[in-house]
């Protein structure tokens, strides 16, 4: 089997494989929305953890390294999967969320008052 990439693969194709990995160990009944946004919550926390008290540059060193990358990696991949597990038990369409989201956004910081500035939205 090739391996999966981003360029190669949709967001269905993790929808289903994510699904067809829970259906096959019945986690179904532990995954309530509530569960699950508690359970993306702490994975994103173990996330963060490999940044805690670095700079903004030295976060970026932190993932390039070779080694603690695969750890990384890890703690990316259960965020997601979690996201796309939550997404299938509440029937969210992931991409259509996404676009929606982005639509507000783009409404929120007009390019010509956001560009290269942070502040949020209402202090433009």
Same mark, same amino acid.
């Given at each position: 089997?090739?391996?999966?990439?981003?360029?190669?693969?949709?967001? +269905?194709?993790?929808?289903?494989? $994510? =699904?067809?990995? $829970? #259906?096959? *160990?019945?986690?179904?009944?532990? #995954?309530?929305?509530?569960? !699950? +946004?508690?359970? =993306?919550? &702490? @994975?994103?926390?173990? !996330?963060?953890? #490999?940044?805690?008290?670095?700079?903004? @540059?030295? +976060? *970026?060193?932190?993932?390039?390294?070779?080694?603690? *990358?695969?750890?990384? %990696?890890? @703690?990316? &991949?259960?965020?997601?999967?979690?996201?796309?597990?939550?997404?299938?038990?509440?029937?969210?369409? $992931?991409? %259509?969320?996404?676009? &929606?989201?982005?639509? %507000?956004?783009?409404?929120?910081?007009?390019?010509?008052?956001a560009r290269?500035?942070? @502040?949020?939205?209402?202090? !433009?």
């Amino acid at each position: 089997m090739a391996a999966l990439t981003d360029s190669t693969t949709t967001i +269905s194709e993790l929808k289903a494989r $994510v =699904l067809t990995f $829970v #259906h096959e *160990r019945d986690w179904e009944q532990f #995954h309530s929305p509530k569960n !699950l +946004s508690m359970a =993306l919550a &702490a @994975e994103t926390g173990e !996330l963060m953890e #490999h940044f805690l008290w670095a700079t903004n @540059e030295q +976060s *970026r060193g932190i993932a390039a390294d070779p080694v603690k *990358r695969g750890k990384i %990696a890890d @703690e990316l &991949a259960d965020v997601v999967i979690y996201a796309l597990e939550f997404a299938n038990i509440t029937g969210l369409d $992931v991409t %259509a969320a996404i676009e &929606a989201k982005m639509a %507000a956004n783009a409404k929120k910081y007009p390019v010509e008052k956001a560009r290269g500035r942070s @502040e949020k939205y209402d202090e !433009l």
